[in-house]
C-alpha cells in the first residue's frame, strides 16, 4: 500500500536547503520514494492554508518511509535540513 512523507514549513537559509536537497533527492529515490508534489501552490477551497509550502513524496509503503527516515544515510544530511528550515512532517498510509 503506498505512503506519503508530507512536509510542510519555512524556509530560513536557502543555501543550506539547497545542499540539503542535492543530498536527499537521490536518497529519497534509493528508497523508492518520488516527489509528487514539492513545493506547489495551495489553492485554498475550504478552511485555511497558513502560507507555508507544501511537500509530498509517495513511497511504495509505510515501511520504506521509516527505512529510509531512519536509516544511517539520512541521519548523515538530516543536520543540513535542521534550523535551515521549520517544517511539520508527516508520513500517511494512503489506500
Known sequence: MPA???SQGT???PERMQA????V???IAKFE???IVRRGKVEVLEGQ???RSVTIHEFPSIE?????WESPEYASIKDLR??????DLWAVEGV
Do not use: T
Not at 20 to 23: D, I, K, L, T
Not at 64 to 68: K, N, Q
Not at 82 to 87: E, H, P, Q, S, T
Open 82 to 87: 535542521l534550523g535551515a528550515a521549520d517544517l
Open 33 to 35: 520514494g518520488r516527489y
Open 64 to 68: 520504506a518511509i521509516h527505512a529510509f
Open 49 to 51: 492554508h497558513d502560507g
Open 4 to 6: 506519503y512523507l508530507i
Open 20 to 23: 540539503y536537497r542535492a543530498a
Open 11 to 13: 524556509v530560513k537559509d
Open 25 to 27: 533527492v537521490p536518497l
